[in-house]
């Protein structure tokens, strides 16, 4: 008589939760220190878990910057989408820039681990390229592809600016800005 082969235990989320704690360790301790076995101890798995999910920490890493990019540029792009006009376009950027919808701490530490990343690691650009032609094709209803790509890196300049400056700039300086850029 033999034993039944082991039970495996159904974790639907499993793989969603791998890449939330990879997020988390690398906000924590950055991507340098991002580790299989912090991952799989921040996400509760054993580490045997995370191989079988994904083909190595490349991989790990490149599905928790897509999800970073995504919810990142989420928020801005359905601000920026609700404009109809170019006037409500230049409202809806000042509103991304000075309501912090990009520029959370969370989201701009991660950013700079994502730049710092990306500029070693080819594949990983490619992703920033992604959340820069949603936000660019987003400003492109309302501006002509050059104006939308400098005010696409105004949001990102001005947030990380603005997150480190002692004196940021208002609401209303970013709209003389915007609108200067724009013409």
Known sequence: MTNPPPRRRVDPDRRRRIIDATIAVIE?????????????????????????????LDALLRAAFEQVAAASSDGVLARLEQAETREQAIAATVDV???????????????YELYAYAA???????????????SRAALGRHFDP??????????EGIGIHNSVDPEPLTPEQIEVVIRRVAG
Do not use: C, K
């Open 97 to 111: 820039i000075a309501g912090n919808l990009w520029s959370t701490p969370q989201t701009l530490l991660l950013s």
């Open 146 to 155: 050059l104006t939308a790509r400098a005010i696409d890196a105004l949001i």
């Open 120 to 134: 070693r690691h080819p594949a990983i650009a490619a992703i920033m390229r992604g959340w820069m032609a949603r």
């Open 28 to 56: 924590a301790e950055g991507v340098a220190a991002t580790t299989h076995r912090r991952i799989a101890a921040a996400a509760g798995v054993p580490l045997g878990s995370l191989t079988y999910h994904f083909a190595g």
